[in-house]
């Protein structure tokens, strides 16, 4: 944990917690509750009831409970919960007004990461602090005062803007290469092919963007911290 300094650094308090990139350990539970176990759900559900949309009210009954316990637990929403269930609300909503479209039924995942991707890139100009800035925050701080002013200071260390809008940058062409490219996919695929390469694609993207954000933040932070302790005459931290 840590706290605004007020120079333009962040100074670590009595728990091991550090403001920055959340952790997959951090993270698990809410990927397995969240994400993984509806989506077992809705593939082992999605043969055996009338219809798609069946499926995908069925397997969102669990992100569901899980953001109920988490709230009820942490008097938190859980993000992680709430994207799988709004990506299964969106496929309730298409596969009943356009049921019988096959590319919809299939095309339909894209558009949460297509719009997600567009919305990181004009947030890069439209807003002080980019979107990629607010959902890391919420992951790694959640809703505690104090985190949240700890993952405040990075954004004031020297390289912070600069650093926001370009993972903030990154990640909107990222998701917008995935719904573009599983768009195309689901044209010349047949549904069966598809449905077993398009999460695997999303699982590739979304791991490369994130471990190239894991390596620029600690880059990034490394050397604004050197940078803010240079202004105020403190010896600067190697950076490795």
């Known amino acids: 944990m840590g706290v605004d300094t007020g120079d333009g650094g962040v100074e670590p308090v009595a728990d091991d917690w550090e403001p920055g990139v959340p952790s997959v350990r951090q993270l698990l539970p809410s990927i397995i509750g969240g994400a993984v176990v509806p989506l077992i759900v809705y593939n082992l559900v999605r043969h055996h009831v009338h219809s798609d949309a069946d499926a995908l009210i069925i397997a969102g009954c669990f992100p569901t409970a899980w953001i109920l316990f988490e709230f009820v637990r942490k008097r938190t929403v859980d993000m992680i919960g709430v994207i799988v269930l709004f990506g299964f609300a969106v496929g309730v909503i298409t596969s009943t007004l356009l049921g019988g479209n096959a590319y919809v039924l299939k095309a339909r995942d894209s558009a949460f990461t297509a719009i997600f991707g567009l919305a990181c890139l004009i947030s890069i100009f439209v807003a002080d602090r980019p979107l990629i800035f607010y959902v890391g925050r919420f992951l790694s701080a959640g809703n505690d005062p104090e985190r949240v002013v700890a993952f405040d200071g990075l954004h004031d260390l020297p390289t912070g803007r600069h650093s926001f809008r370009v993972l903030t940058a990154v990640w909107g062409i990222g998701l917008l290469a995935e719904a573009s490219t599983r768009l195309v996919l689901a044209a010349f695929l047949g549904t069966g092919i598809f449905l077993a390469v398009s999460p695997v694609i999303t699982g590739v993207c979304i791991a490369a963007m994130f471990v190239f954000t894991i390596w ?25």
Request: net charge positive.
């Open 216 to 240: 620029y933040s600690k880059r990034a932070r490394l050397l604004g911290q050197a940078l803010a302790d240079e202004a105020v005459g403190i010896p600067p931290v190697p950076l490795a």
